[in-house]
Each structure stands twice: as structure tokens, then as C-alpha cells.
């Protein structure tokens, strides 16, 4: 005991020589945060409570919630990403798992052949996609959106998926087969329960930013689609089609958004990081 | 306990990373602010509006900027910057008036800020005194009060008018020479409409009072009311914004949504050249584009005012309350040159507010039109595929008269320069007051966007809410429902 109470001693003696602990390495981060994170949230969260000659009301509510309109979008929006979060689920979960049970050089491919389009931007994805559509014959409007989201947001749902199957310890199924489960139980008893978290953590990265995600939407919903609650925000930022912008109607949309968000999250325990899946995604 | 020295290095440390996190921004900054002294102005413009030359140009002159030649010339450095909408620069003047000496918005916005006092008037440049076309200044800027005395709020830059594009292989221009001709379900999923209020607005106007604008029309073509009291109603009419009319507006534009593929403002363009629409809602500087490539493509294209009349609108330059007036004002003459501004419209496809005979014979040049002289060297077979277009109302009264080949009617040349004819149908737009602006933002939304129906509404958020509270109640089961079990 006294031999390692030296050794920190003489640790924490030539850390003090140098003035520089590991912690002062969280300034920069720490800086970040407050400025670019913190700051603009506060910001927002001003501009929500405040009219445009600066005082406090709450006006801006009764605005967003008065307008059947906007309200709609942000029910159409809830609704989508449900919608979207679940085809990426039923169509990914076949996918990681397959790809957990192959061999690693093979599944390396195969996972690269997931990665390497989202080292594309996503607008010019989209773009790509669309002219597809168009080539194959499916015309703009709901329809095409749901393809676009899907088709942008499934890598998000493989990757966590994967990395969490992956991890999954095989010796666990095998007991359960060896004490007479079928196929269908292993799965259900042993691999869903265990890959939850995966499940968790990809659901919330497509359902959050689908909510936001208005340039696919812009892309693909042609005259009659829908658009979701980022194109609103930022129609009251840009002032965009004639008229001026309307930054404290803005700022309580996303404020709103917000609050669904942190639902969401904290519902589904989402800010406890306990199995790293999180950590894997791209 | 922390020593002084680590916590005077631990300072330090933060300040240097707080520096070296801030610096690029800070240097960008700077560079913005630069302080306009002596010879410096701060230009605020659309995006490739002005040619900054042409790097594959064979002409030395032509590869050099604008921007440059100025400077040579005068030793006035400009700096250059641009928006993407008018709103934007709106603001953007809005938040720092001594942001810069010269702005180019649109005509609405100009009177916007003419009549929130963001704009000064300044002695109208020799080069538009002396080039400027008539019909801009007398017309345009007299029915919008832009020139007291000797002092104008602005100069004109470029102008046009709105109509319809459309791929002349498929459609004639009598099959859209009415603007309700896009609610036909021919047309279904073949046309854009532009994704901007002001100028959709102007499209549904027209459909909505078709048939007061055609009847008007008639009377002046009857002759029984004056151009000016056709041209005052036309005014009126395109500047409806009523209660009543805004409904209307919103009926029928929600009626052609499905009709529709999409709404652009820029996408159009391409779209009807690789044939995904038939007819787009254009401007004619837009159209004169999409010809010049379809030209090249093999697509033959097309554009037509329709019968009921249209908009006319142009962008010119101002000075926003600070302005270095006597430098911006050197720019402007500069801007007005008919050699200078032949070389912007080269390069942006627009059509230049700039009037004078250098610019009528490049007209001339380019398009391979005819004046009188060739006209009667023709022999009388020939004659007949030509009439004449009258363009004096541009050019002044001695432009001496040009003559249109009958096929090249709704081309290039017509779409830049329309005949008289179609001028008289075309009014401007003013600015909307702000209350009418909340109005028709509303029902654009609503045209945009899906609207749900009442029930629908109350349904949706009820199972959200069900589904939030059965979250929670799950979150919390182990304290709702298993205490007994935990004591």
C-alpha cells in the first residue's frame, strides 16, 4: 500500500511540476460547449419567450399552437419518423443479424458496402435517388419521401444494431438451444432481449434527426408530399418566399422540438450510455 | 490545493485555446469589416450578377473582372459581396446600415425600404441619364415615384417579365396563352410553379380575375378606354390583396397543387430540358437560359405572356442611408456604359435596364435581325415570313423599326425584348404591407404544407399522448407498482 501511495505521490508531484493535469485537457471541449452548444440554446431559449421588440410573452406558443397548419406538420412529422424508424428497423435488424453471423472478413465488406455511401453528402444522395426514382417511374409526393428517409437514415440503424450483435455472447443461445429451445424462442428470449439496447440506440438515431431532416423532404415530396418541422424553422429563419424572417416564431418551433426530443430520449433512457453501442455509430 | 503556478498556467492555457478556437472566425470578421476609407466601396448583391470574367474568354478584356476594369479606372477597390434572397439583404441592412454603399435588391424591396427610410435618393448618374431606357424611367420608376427632381432612389439593372416556358414540340403558344392553362389535366405532373409567394402570387391573380383582365383587355383594344386607364387597372388588379382575394388565391392554388411536380425556383430550369415537365413558370432571363441550352440539346423551347397580362419587375441598385454616396454613385455610371452593360447581360442572361444604339445594334448582331435597309432588299416572297416589333418604348422613339422572322416568334430575342403589345399588358407589383404579408405568408403555408383536418388532429394527439404517458408509466414501474414487493 505505501510502495502505490508513493508512486501517485511522485505522479501527482511531476504533474504538478508541469502544472497540467489530465482534466485541463476538458478546457477546449469545455469551451466548445459553453459557446457553441450551451450559448446558442440559451439563445434559443430567449428568442422563444420574447417578442421581437424584446419582451417576455408567451405569445410565440400560442401562435405555433393556434395554427392548425403547423401543428399538423409537427403531428405528420411525429408520425413519420414512427413510420420511417420502423421500416428502418424491420428492414436492418434481418441485415445486422446476418451480418453478425457471417464471417468477419466477409461481414467487413458488406459493412463497408453500408458505410462508404455515407462518406457522400446526403444532399447530393438524395439528389441521386431522386433521379433513380424518376428512372424507375415512382413519382414525387408521400410516397417518394418515405423512400428518401429510409434510404438515408438506414445506415444509422445497421451500425448500432451490428455492433451490439456482434457482441453478443454466442455461448448463451447455444445453452438455450442445448437445454431444447427452438429457433424461434433463442431468438426471442435470448437475442431481442440482449440486442434491446442496439434496438434503443438506433431508433433514436433515425427518429431524432428525421424530424429535422426537410432536405429530403424537400427533394422528394414534389408539389402534394409532406415536409416535416425543420422546413418551418426554417422558413421563420430564412424568411424564405417573400417574407420577412421571423426569428422568435423560429426559435419556439425548435424549442418544441427540443422538448419532444428530450421525451424521447429520456423515455427511452437514451441518455444512459450503458452498453457503448452509441459510441459505435459513425 | 492548487499552486498558483498551475493555476496561472491553467489560465493561460485556456486563454491560448479560447485564441486559437476563435481565430479563423476572427480573421473572417475583419476581413469583412474593413473600414470603407478613401477608395473603397462595399458592393451587396445577388450571386453571379455581375460578370467577374470569363477565365476560358479568348479576349484578354473579356477574361478580366468587372470589378477589375473599374479599379483600374478609377482606383476604386470594391468589395463584393452577395444574398440569395431580398429578405436576407434585408436584414442583413436592417441589423448594420453602414453595411455597404450600394445594394441591388427587386422592386418591391426597393420600395420597402424607400418607405422605411433605409434608402437615400442620389444625383442620377450622367451614363443613366443619358442610356437609360425610357420605359424603365419614365414608365416604371414614374409610377413608382424612384426620381424626385434630379435626385433618383435607384437605378435600374436588369428587368423582365414573367410567362410561361414551354417545350414548343409538344405545345403551341396558343395552347398557353391563358395562365389557367396549367389547371388542364393535360398538363398534369408536367409543370413547375416557383416556389416563392410574390411571384405565384401574380400567376394565381390573373386565373382568379381572368375574366375582368380579358374583358379590360378587349375595351383597350376597342379602344374605349385610354392605355393609361387600361394600364392603372392592370395596376390595380395585380395588386389585390384583399381578404376575399387572398381566399380565392389560396382555392385555386391548392386546385393545381396536384396538377403540379413541383414547386423551384431554380430546378425548372434543367427539368424541362430533360423533358420531366412540359411547361415551367418562368422568368424571361430563366427562359432565355433554358433556350440557349435547349438549343444545344436539340429541345426546342418556347416562351409566351399569357392574354390576361403579367408581371414586370427588375432589380436596381441603391444606397442604403450611409453610403459613400460619391464613389457608389461612380460605380453605378461605371454599371450604366452600354459596353459594360452588354458584358453583364452576356454573362447573366438578363436583360440589361441599359438602352442606347451600341446596345440596339448588338442586339441587332447577335440576333441576326433585320432593319429597315435589309427589309427592302428582300424580295416580296421573303417579306411575308417577317412583321414588324416594336420596341421604341425600350429604345427611345429613333430606334427605327426591327422585323421578326415569324418563326422565332417566343424565342430568345422576343423573350428579351417583348413587343409593345405585350408590354401594355404587364403592370409591377408593389410591396405588401406587413399585415397583408402575415396574411398571404399564412395561406402559403397552407398551400405548401398539409393541413389535417380537425378530427384528425385530436386523434393524433391523443395516441401520442398515450403513448408518452405509457412510456412514463413504464419508466416508473418499479415505483408505481412494486413497492410492497420492494419492502
Partial sequence: MKDVNAVEKKNAASRRRFGFSRQSLCI?????????????????????????????????FADFFADKTKVSTLLIS????????????????????ILAKMKKSVAFIFLMLFITP???NFVLRAMAMKELLSLIGIPLGNFANIIGLVYDFLPFMVLPLYST????????????????????????????????????????????????????????????????????????????????????????????????????????GGFKDEDGARGTNL | ??????????????????????????????????????????????????????????????????????????????NYYTFAT?????????????????????????????????????????????????YI???????????????????????GTMGYLYNADKFSAEDLNHWSAIWNSEFRGKTTIKDSIRDTYIMAIAVVYEEELLEQRDKFLNEEITEQEYHDILFEIFNRADDATIEKVEEKLLALRPNLYGFEVDSGKSDILTGKIDVNFAWSGDAVYSMDEGDEAGVNLAYV????????????????????????????????????????????????????????????????LLDEEGYLELSEGEKEDYFETDISYFFGEDAGTILLYTDTVGRQYSTQYPDYGVIQRCAIMDNFDDDTLVLINAMWNRIKLITLSDAAIILISVAIGVLILSGIAYKFKDKLFCKKIKK
Fill in chain 2, 1 to 78: 490545493m492548487k499552486t498558483v503556478r498551475q493555476r496561472i498556467s491553467l489560465f493561460v492555457c485556456a486563454i491560448v485555446l479560447f485564441c486559437l478556437a476563435f481565430m479563423p472566425i476572427n480573421s473572417a470578421v475583419s476581413v469583412y469589416a474593413a473600414p470603407i476609407t478613401g477608395g473603397e466601396i462595399t458592393v451587396f448583391s445577388w450571386e453571379d450578377y455581375i460578370d467577374e470574367g470569363d477565365d476560358e474568354a479568348e479576349d484578354e478584356e473579356l477574361r478580366t473582372s468587372i470589378l477589375d476594369i473599374f479599379e483600374e479606372e478609377t482606383g476604386i477597390h470594391v
Fill in chain 2, 86 to 134: 431580398n429578405e436576407e439583404m434585408y436584414n442583413e441592412i436592417k441589423r448594420d446600415p453602414d453595411a455597404c454603399d450600394l445594394v441591388c435588391p427587386s422592386e418591391y424591396m426597393i420600395m420597402k425600404m424607400k418607405s422605411e427610410g433605409l434608402i437615400k435618393p442620389y444625383d442620377i448618374p450622367e451614363n443613366w441619364e443619358e442610356y437609360g431606357s425610357p
Fill in chain 2, 137 to 159: 424611367k419614365e414608365n416604371i420608376f414614374g409610377e413608382l415615384g424612384m426620381t424626385e427632381d434630379d435626385k433618383t432612389y435607384a437605378v435600374g439593372y436588369m428587368w
Fill in chain 2, 305 to 368: 405572356v399569357p392574354e390576361e397580362g403579367s408581371n414586370v419587375w427588375f432589380d436596381g441598385w441603391v444606397m442604403p442611408k450611409n453610403a459613400n454616396e460619391e464613389l457608389a454613385r461612380q460605380f453605378i455610371d461605371f454599371l450604366c456604359r452600354p459596353k459594360i452593360a452588354i458584358r453583364n447581360m452576356e454573362y447573366i442572361g438578363y436583360v440589361s435596364a441599359v438602352a442606347g444604339d451600341e446596345i440596339l445594334d448588338w442586339i441587332i448582331d447577335t440576333y441576326e
Fill in chain 1, 118 to 120: 455515407m462518406w457522400i
Fill in chain 1, 28 to 60: 477546449p471541449y469545455g469551451v466548445f460547449l459553453l459557446f457553441f452548444v450551451l450559448f446558442p440554446l440559451l439563445l434559443v431559449a430567449y428568442y422563444a419567450f420574447t417578442s421581437a421588440d424584446g419582451t417576455f410573452t408567451f405569445a410565440n
Fill in chain 1, 78 to 97: 411525429i408520425i413519420v419518423c414512427i413510420l420511417v424508424t420502423a421500416l428502418c428497423l424491420v428492414i436492418a435488424y434481418p441485415v445486422a443479424y
Fill in chain 1, 165 to 268: 450483435l456482434i457482441k453478443m455472447d454466442k455461448s448463451l443461445a447455444e445453452a438455450a438451444a442445448d437445454l431444447g429451445a427452438g429457433k424461434v424462442k433463442v431468438f426471442t428470449s435470448i437475442t431481442l432481449p440482449l440486442s434491446m439496447p442496439g434496438v434503443i440506440s438506433g431508433a433514436m438515431m433515425v427518429f431524432l434527426p428525421v424530424m429535422s431532416c426537410y432536405v429530403i423532404t424537400d427533394t422528394f415530396s414534389g408539389a402534394t408530399g409532406f415536409s416535416v418541422v425543420g422546413k418551418l424553422i426554417s422558413w421563420c429563419f430564412l424568411g424564405e418566399n417573400g417574407t420577412l424572417s421571423n426569428i422568435n416564431g423560429g426559435a419556439t418551433i425548435a424549442l418544441v422540438l427540443l422538448v419532444i426530443m428530450f421525451l424521447t430520449m429520456w423515455l427511452t
